[in-house]
């Protein structure tokens, strides 16, 4: 330990005690994943602390996943996001939480928790009409359900990584329209699809709907991910079943879940809806569920894109209220992701695709040009959120680094 | 106990010592969920009998669930098998294992194995033929692409459940054509899918292939498997991004594995290929990968189809190559399904969309006419392979009924 404690923050520090999002980690020289909460630069051992300090929900927190913590339901979450804000500010617990804090560097951290089913939603107006302008220039660049319901698809929740996590090039099948058959090598079309993800926690019981009003009681937090897209492989297959093998490969989610009561000054109303909504979806009249996100999007290390989440089309409410309104039911470590975040202006796109019109328009790097991802690249995502006072709530980052295809 | 030993099978028993499918079961008046194996008309307790029995695979049998046997890998599978065989044929046996087979009227069967990620496939060219000329009657049947890879998407493995389980009818929007706007309500379209779901037991390795000579080192067993489909909500709803709500619901599959060992007379080549397939799914030269599986669906007792499964296009075996052709790994108790059984006649179409074109044509049923299911309906999909000596080798079957939908 240094003379400056780590229990000492910075004033306005984005990881301070108003955030405190959840991750799993093991420190230098251990073994045992454990549940952490990141607090400045350093990270707690949550289940230590919860020992040390008598706490009911040790239980819930000495665990190697978050899933025992997010099954516990809205009134232990914020129970046990109370305990540790106290522990974490009280200087009568300075003694005993001090020596529980490992510094971020020198710890491993894991996927937080265990992924049940991945859903991925299609919510932004911008990405989804620039996507029907560069697929589908002659026709209506949305299709006729999209103000109507939230489009998604399941994903594969088996090949969901941490952030750090390298990305393989997948191989696949591939044909340009003008070629005469389709072609196997390495994806030459590779892409990031900058996202939110939502965690839940609380399940729901199969044949029962989530209204809208019950986000809350189910949605544990948030994360930052990257959702890696082969278009070339995606192209190919997608008709008509939807993508598979083009976005299966990897899905990167950021090491640190966010609690929705960390974003209590980031709520904010949807974009104005422009075709009356059936009353499952109808949120003229719900506490608004919009979230006021500040994402960036960098390609090693040289901002690419600021896509901003307020104006999402779909909430992640509504999204939540559409995949259980035919009775599916919510297990806990259901993840499902806002689709490409992308804004009304070009510097606002959230995916290589739309920021250089599918490859016409190459993006300048200060290490050269790029239509889509080249072997090396490194692709960060950070966001942040308005906290109390003027301050900022700071999301995990998520990053992953291109490897080259796997040959022979 | 009867006079008759529940050893003593009839000759050609369809679940005699050449089947020994493995399911979860719960014994009456007790409530702990147990691996079992059925044998004849009842359910040897695995478990018990390799513990009373010294069998050093205990710890894979004395289990709630089928997941540690099946990441236990191919020549585990083979050894239990092989003692497990033993133990019910061999007559020294006789005494320990008799008290340890419980009538299958007596127990409640369980579903038999935790779901990772859950994939359909669309193998049929029948199937995939009749739906395209259904849905785009002034177009080519099949899309370009489906004569070059097996079209797949992942499914909500959260909603898989035994057979037996009611099937609750969604709601849902839907909408015709004609219509100005979507309505909401239950579906009026609620459909079957007679398919056949192949059960992963050992896993892969991110970013590495399964080749198609590998599948038997990964795939432990096979079930049957209905996965029931919201026409109407499917068709509003699958454009641009695949099914999704009007899947989801629920996907029924039977409760006993049966596992590739069992089906050794059952391999048969698939159909000619007519057109020239990539390496990676060229199965020319391979182990001949089709299975002569012969299989009925039955609405309320009555037989309406009798879906071959020796014609389907795709093999399992391609399908797994190519599911994890972009490096995605494999998990212990991954499933991925068929796709819609289908073959050249009319009468062994495995869904009401087909069999009822669309409900152009109803069903004549004792009672009553269909063109989709009504609330009540049960139904049943049964299935054999040739087993040794010409005996038969009899698939758990996969039952649901219809509850009305939820409303309010």
Request: with cysteine; net charge negative; aromatic share 10%.
């Given at each position: 330990m240094s003379e400056h404690s780590p229990l000492d923050l910075a004033a306005g520090d984005p990881y301070g005690p108003h955030n405190l999002p959840y991750g799993v980690f093991t420190p230098t020289g251990d073994d045992r994943p454990r549940v952490g909460v990141r607090y400045g630069d350093h990270v707690l051992d949550a289940g230590a602390a919860a020992a040390a300090l008598g706490s009911p929900h040790a239980d819930l927190l000495r665990?190697?996943?978050l899933n025992p913590l997010m099954a516990a339901g809205r009134p232990a979450w914020q129970a046990v996001r109370a305990g540790i804000r106290e522990w974490l500010t009280d200087p009568g617990h300075r003694a005993a939480v001090e020596p529980l804090l490992h510094p971020l560097d020198g710890v491993t951290l894991h996927l937080p928790f265990e992924v049940a089913d991945y859903v991925d939603f299609y919510a932004s107006e911008h990405h989804a009409t620039n996507v029907g302008r560069i697929?589908?220039?002659?026709?209506?660049?949305?299709?006729?359900?999209w103000k109507h319901l939230p489009i998604g698809y399941h994903g594969r929740a088996g090949t969901v990584v941490v952030s750090g996590t390298p990305v393989v090039r997948p191989n696949g099948q591939r044909k340009a329209p003008a070629d005469p058959a389709p072609s196997f090598g390495p994806s030459l079309r590779l892409d990031i699809e900058a996202e939110v993800g939502f965690v839940v926690g609380a399940p729901s019981v199969l044949g029962e709907q989530v209204p809208l009003s019950a986000f809350r009681d189910h949605v544990f937090g948030l994360c930052l991910l990257n959702d890696w897209s082969a278009r070339d492989i995606q192209a190919w297959e997608y008709v008509p079943l939807g993508p598979f093998l083009g976005k299966s490969f990897a899905t990167s989610v950021s090491a640190w879940i966010t609690p929705l009561d960390a974003l209590e000054q980031a709520w904010t109303a949807p974009p104005a809806r422009d075709r009356a909504l059936l009353p499952y979806l109808?949120?003229?009249?719900?506490?608004?569920?919009g979230l006021d996100l500040h994402m960036s999007v960098a390609i090693n290390g040289h901002t690419v894109s600021n896509p901003p989440?307020?104006?999402?089309?779909?909430?992640a409410a509504q999204q939540l209220a559409h995949m259980t309104v035919n009775g599916a039911s919510l297990r806990t470590g259901d993840l499902f992701a806002s689709g490409t975040v992308s804004g009304?202006?070009?510097?606002?796109?959230?995916?290589l695709l739309e920021l250089t019109w599918s490859g016409r328009d190459p993006l300048e790097l200060p290490d050269g040009k790029r239509t889509f991802l080249e072997d090396g690249d490194e692709v960060t995502l950070t966001a942040w959120a308005p906290g109390p006072d003027g301050s900022r709530v700071a999301l995990g980052e998520v990053t992953g680094r291109i490897a080259p295809a796997v040959t022979g």
């Open positions: 665990q190697p996943v697929f589908r220039p002659d026709g209506e660049p949305l299709t006729p359900n109808d949120d003229a009249e719900a506490v608004p569920a989440f307020s104006g999402m089309y779909w909430t009304p202006e070009p510097e606002q796109r959230g995916c």
